[in-house]
């Protein structure tokens, strides 16, 4: 199983963890340790989750909401994002 240590900024607040790279995906994650992150559809759709990853990399299952201008600037769906790199910062506040 890898994992990877990943920080997550919301609202200033940041917090670490420890996520499976094939298990929950970042926003559930956020959910489960109670930060509240913002989301709605959970399908890739909605954009309300996105976030920006400032260290690291992650992949995203589907994409169906940000244009690749988004991508390139470093912006994903953290519902559909998982870590790939052994060390991950990413931000709700960007
Ligand atoms: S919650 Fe809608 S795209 Fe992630």
């Not at 994992?3 to 900024?9: P, T």
């Not at 926003?27 to 890739?44: N, T």
């Not at 909605?46 to 976030?51: E, I, K, L």
């Not at 992650?58 to 953290?78: C, F, I, Q, W």
């Amino acid at each position: 199983m890898s994992e990877s240590k990943v920080k997550l900024i919301i609202d200033g607040t940041e917090t670490e963890t420890v996520i499976d790279q094939k298990g929950k995906s970042i926003l559930e994650v956020g959910i489960d340790l109670g930060l509240d992150p913002p989301y709605s559809c959970q399908g890739g759709i909605c954009t309300s989750c996105r976030a920006k990853v400032l260290e690291g990399q992650v992949h995203m299952d589907v994409n169906h909401a940000l244009s690749p201008r988004e991508v390139e600037k470093g912006y994903v769906l953290t519902c559909q994002s998982h870590p790939v790199s052994e060390r991950v910062v990413i931000s709700w506040d960007e």
